[in-house]
């Protein structure tokens, strides 16, 4: 019994257990016991990751695979170059304790060789972005979603608030004007990418003070690819509020019977064959059309005038947005209103895209694409052709990120032309 309590005396010693809980060997005792070894043992485990730890001047911290990878594209790397190297070097490590830092960079040196750029420079002390109304940290990542709207590209977009933040660091700056800061930026773009590249970036700069919302319209006939385009422009302008004709036709359908609006509850290209009195019309098509287009502009006009209330920026898409249909002449002096018109001229390419969604989508039948390439196509020349009557411009979306940087251009073109927002 003596060597039972000097073995219990002994083992509380060991894993730290409360002076409170060193009572006689009893039941609660051990269940206590147990639950503070376990605790003791895993506060002085080294944190989970690879179970190798990284040593350098500074210490001992465990090699994570995350942050390497995080590390590598900072230094100019692709995220799926940067993710395969970080695994090949988790599993060069694999099993052993401990790691020197100055090993990990003889691994990655091994792997590319000189072609890695120089690490970042570090930012000695915060850098303060100051105006008249506010003080705010400098962020790389909002500078350079600030490019965007200018129709950079986004790796040149991070590579010039790279080249920004640098400057300021050997500068040795604390504080800097927005004005300042923003003039700085656009004569690196001017010297580098061009004057137009950096009067897009003046024009999106100072619209950015305006007292009216942008409102950009994507009219085209279904499969297009509308939708991807608003997303990935809303993406780059940064706006928040994205909405598709589809959704607004979708809220109409459950307000509004197929009784009272039969034309709703059918799709744009055979909308015609829940009207009967188009029987004998010339073109069916575009007539059903047309009549399911006019009701669902009335939920345009709604999206419109909510945005103009709320003053925030919209883009609405949709093959429902025809020109002529809506006079958007009476919202000129509310918002900036920027109406264009996405195409597929192509027809082998559209029907491409159909067979694409069709293999993505298992919900959304995409032989009734295909069945009605014929309508749609009718639907598309009859867009195309209103939309030349009515000055509206065309993107013929063959090449995805060369559509985007089009409508940005067009954007920041027809802001400078509308409001006179910097630019040259």
Known sequence: MVVLKAGWTLFCECVAVPPRLRGPVSLANRASV???????????????????????ASGQRPFMRGIMVHSLM???????????VANLV??????????????????????FGGRLEPPPLPLARPITVVDRRM???FSKG????????????????FEVAQELEAELVRRQLTEIDRDALRERVAETLEHSRGERVAARYRTWRAFQDSDRPMILLLAGAAGVGKTALAQEVAHRLGIARVTSTDSIRQVMRIMLSPELAPALHASSYDAWQALPG????????????????????????????RSINENSHIIL??????????DFARYRDEAHLIFLAVATLDTKAYEARFEARARRSLRRPPHRYVENLDAILRIQDHLLELADQHGVPIVDNTRFDES???ILRHVTETLRKQGGFGGA
């Open 34 to 56: 147990r639950l503070a070894a376990m605790v003791s043992e895993r506060s002085r485990r080294p944190p989970a990751a690879s179970g190798t730890l990284v040593e350098d």
């Open 74 to 84: 900072a230094r100019g790397v692709s995220f799926e170059e940067a993710y395969r």
């Open 90 to 111: 988790r599993d060069k490590i694999r099993g052993r304790p401990l790691v020197r830092r100055d090993e990990l960079a003889a691994l990655l040196e091994g792997e």
């Open 135 to 137: 003080r705010t940290p």
């Open 142 to 157: 909002v500078l350079a979603q600030s490019l965007l709207a200018a129709a950079v590209a986004p790796d040149e977009a």
């Open 278 to 305: 188009l029987a004998d019309v010339e073109d069916r098509v575009v007539e059903g059309f047309r009549a399911q287009a006019a009701t669902v502009s009335v939920g345009v006009r709604a999206m419109i005038e």
């Open 317 to 326: 898409d949709g093959v429902s947005i025809v020109p002529g249909l809506i």
């Open 404 to 406: 985007v940087l089009s």
